[in-house]
Every structure is written in structure tokens, then in C-alpha cells.
């Protein structure tokens, strides 16, 4: 676990990255909000785009192979972006990115789900994210210092040399399940068996809720954290781009107490569904009050971003709830359609955001008004509050019921 947590850094990173540097890919390259936002999405449509043939390859071929095959193709891509001289080379190299790196969660929590007990499965993927959330760390301080002094080509170049090494570890370290584990002596699967499979999986009455709340829940989080956070505050607050650095920092590492702090809440509380909507609605009301206050001080900017950090690690709670739901034969391709909707709404939300802060004119400067992120703050709470309003309406999956059906299946087959 602890080298697949040390591979998912650079998916973090990568995938990060432009809420530093945003600002100087618009300058360099002379591109507007739209293509930035373009720009950043094209990682998530990737992303997303792969994540029910990795949850295939993940079921048929084991996570050993499948992790190593998909970030060898993050590698080519990250290349691609390094050199890119045009930003059609860098929306190839970032969309070759997002595909390489989409197997990363999934094939962790595939790992986690074989090698783990039930009801230990957020704990440990809380650990596998918060390890991975090193890469949002080097994405923000580290990055605008790495810029200034090497410029961005060179910090991600060393990236790229990074995630080589991690694949080789991955190959040489991780294994598809323990000694003894079903999966080991399973019949491999025929192509009509695994589509059936899937279809299986879209047909269970409880995934429309979650994969509402999936669609929503990180996509609003992450475009503030992995794309706008950045330039807001350089731009309505003034902040300098090690200063915003140093926020976005500050929000990361309160994601990864966040990511300690909820994981193990689901054995302590005894559900998954409550804790989900309660930091949701948290977030969503943060949101509101950026939305609603006008010139407000800096401090309340930063508390704002730091604490939309802590609270959006509820979200694994959102993966746990639904895994919970899926059957182990069905693992890798349920968790695979989840991580599709979460990754598709982070691109959707991204392209759309641009589309927002682009339809307001610039100020004589060349920055977005205060007004224009105003109104993409309030667009983002009114998206999360109707999500929860559905989400609320599916049927909770205990800890507490996991083991027991654990023990009564144990006891059958004894």
C-alpha cells in the first residue's frame, strides 16, 4: 500500500499543478480562462474516459499489471506536456495524463478491498490519500518556488523522472491479493461475462444517488483547490504567487488531517450516508458565504480555502458508501464507474468554470473581477445542495452490517 501511495503522488501532483502555474500558462502561451479551464479539464475527461476499461483490466488482469500498463502511459504523457510547445501539444499531454493516471484509486482500492477486512476498507484508503496528497503539497509552495528558479518544464520534468521510478516499484513490490484469495483461482472471465458484469453493476437502484453526490462532491472542491484557488487570491486578494502558495499548501495539509480525521469515522459513528451529507452541506455553505460577501477581508478568503480543504476528505465516504454496495467479483468495475462520474464532474466543472469567469469582462489589468469568482462560488453551492438533496434519499450501508454479514457468510461456508 505504501508503494501504491507513493506512485498516486504524481497523479496528485500532476493533476494539481495549474492552480500554481495557471497564471503563467495563460501568460506564456497568451490563452484566456476558457482554455485554462479547458486546459485543466482535459486531465479529468482522461481520467474518466478510462476508468471503466482499468476497472475491466483491473478484474481480468489483476492491479499488478494493470497499474504498471496505464502509468506507462502517464509517463508519455507527462513528457508530451513537459515539451509541449503549443497548448494543443499540452491538452494531448495532460488528456494522456488524466488516462495513464485514472487507474491509480481504483486499482489502490481494489488492492485495499483483497487485502483488508470490510469495515477497514476507508481507513486504509484514507491513508492511501492522504500519503498520495504529497503531490498536491510539492503542487503548491514547492512548485511556485521550483518555477521561479528552474521554471515550470523543469520542476515537471523532474515529475516525470519521479512517476518512471514509481512504476518500476510498483511492478517489482505490489501483489494482486494474499495467499489463499479467490481472485488467485478465479476463472477468467469472457468479454460477454464482464459486460454482463458491468451492466450489473449500472442496474444497482442505489448508484444514481451516489453517483450524484460523486459527480459533485469533488468536482466543486477540486476546482477550487486544483485550479481557481490560485488566482483568486492572487487576483481579488493580492496575494503573491509563493503567498497563494502558501494557502494552497495550508489546504492541502488540512486535506490530509481531514483524510485521517474522516476515514476512520464510519466504524466510530456507525455510517457513511451522515457523514457524507454533513461535510457537503459544510461545503456547500462555505461556498455561499463566498458567494454572498462583497470585498470580504483576506482572512476570511484563506480560512475559507483552507477549510473547504479539511472538509472536502468526506468524499471518501461517498467511494466507501458505494463500494459497500458492490459485490467482490464486482469490485474493480463498480469502484471504476464511480471514480468515472467523480472524475467527469471534476472535468465538467472545470471546462464550465472557465466558461463563468470567461463571461465577464477582464479589468484593465487583465484580472478576473471579484464579482466574476462571486458568482462561480455561488453556482458551486447551489450545485452541492441539490446533489445532497438527492443523495439523501439512498438507504445508508453500515460498518456494523458489513460484519455481521461477514460472520454469517463465514459461518455458512463453515
Keep these: 500500500m505504501a508503494t501504491l501511495a ?58 499488478r499489471r494493470t497499474i504498471c500498463g496505464m502509468l506507462l502511459v502517464a509517463v508519455v504523457g507527462a513528457t508530451v506536456f513537459t515539451l509541449a510547445p503549443n497548448w494543443l501539444a499540452l491538452l494531448g499531454g495532460r488528456t494522456l495524463m488524466g488516462a495513464g493516471f485514472g487507474v491509480m484509486l481504483i486499482g489502490s482500492m481494489v488492492v485495499i478491498s483483497r487485502w483488508f477486512p470490510p469495515d477497514r476498507f476507508s481507513t486504509m ?77 449500472l442496474r444497482n437502484p442505489s448508484l444514481p444517488f451516489i453517483l450524484t453526490l460523486n459527480f459533485c462532491n469533488y468536482a466543486c472542491t477540486f476546482t477550487i483547490q486544483g485550479l481557481w484557488g490560485g488566482p483568486f487570491l492572487r487576483e481579488v486578494h493580492g496575494l503573491s504567487r509563493i503567498e497563494s502558495g502558501n494557502v494552497l499548501l495550508a489546504a492541502v495539509i488540512a486535506y490530509q488531517v481531514g483524510m485521517l480525521t474522516f476515514g476512520p469515522l464510519d466504524r466510530i459513528l456507525d455510517t457513511r450516508k451522515w457523514i457524507a451529507i454533513f461535510g457537503t452541506t459544510a461545503i456547500a455553505l462555505i461556498l455561499g458565504a463566498l458567494a454572498l460577501v462583497s470585498q470580504a477581508p483576506a482572512w476570511l478568503a484563506i480560512g475559507a480555502i483552507v477549510g473547504i480543504g479539511f472538509l472536502s476528505a468526506s468524499s471518501t465516504m461517498i467511494m466507501t458508501h458505494g463500494r459497500a454496495t458492490f459485490p ?72 456494523s452490517d458489513e460484519v455481521r454479514a461477514r460472520a454469517a457468510e463465514g459461518t455458512r461456508l463453515a
Design 6 to 63: 507513493t506512485a498516486y503522488v504524481a497523479s496528485h501532483f500532476f493533476r494539481a499543478a495549474n492552480v500554481t502555474i495557471g497564471l503563467d500558462l495563460m501568460r506564456d502561451l497568451q490563452i484566456g480562462p476558457e482554455a485554462l479551464g479547458a486546459l485543466t479539464g482535459a486531465f479529468f475527461f482522461g481520467f474518466s474516459a478510462m476508468q471503466i476499461p482499468c476497472g475491466f483490466f483491473l478484474d481480468r488482469f489483476g492491479p
Design 125 to 201: 484508503a484514507a491513508m492511501v490519500l492522504s500519503i498520495g496528497l504529497l503531490g498536491n503539497l510539492a503542487a503548491t509552495t514547492p512548485l511556485a518556488w521550483g518555477t521561479e528558479q528552474i521554471g515550470w518544464r523543469g520542476v515537471f520534468g523532474l515529475m516525470v523522472g519521479f512517476t518512471a521510478l514509481a512504476t518500476i516499484t510498483v511492478w517489482l513490490v505490489v501483489r494482486d491479493a494474499p495467499p489463499g484469495h479467490p481472485f488467485l483461482a478465479r476463472k477468467t472471465e469472457t468479454a460477454g461475462e464482464m459486460l454482463r458484469g458491468l451492466m450489473e453493476v
Design 328 to 399: 467482490d467479483r464486482l469490485i474493480g468495475r463498480g469502484i471504476a464507474t464511480m471514480n468515472t462520474c467523480v472524475m467527469l464532474g471534476v472535468a465538467c466543472m472545470q471546462t464550465v468554470s472557465g466558461i463563468i469567469l470567461g463571461a465577464f469582462e477582464p479589468m484593465a489589468d487583465g484580472a478576473r473581477s471579484e464579482l466574476a469568482y462571486r458568482s462561480l462560488f455561488g453556482f458551486m453551492c447551489a450545485v452541492l445542495l441539490v446533489a445532497v438533496s438527492i443523495y439523501s434519499r439512498v438507504a445508508d450501508v453500515r460498518p
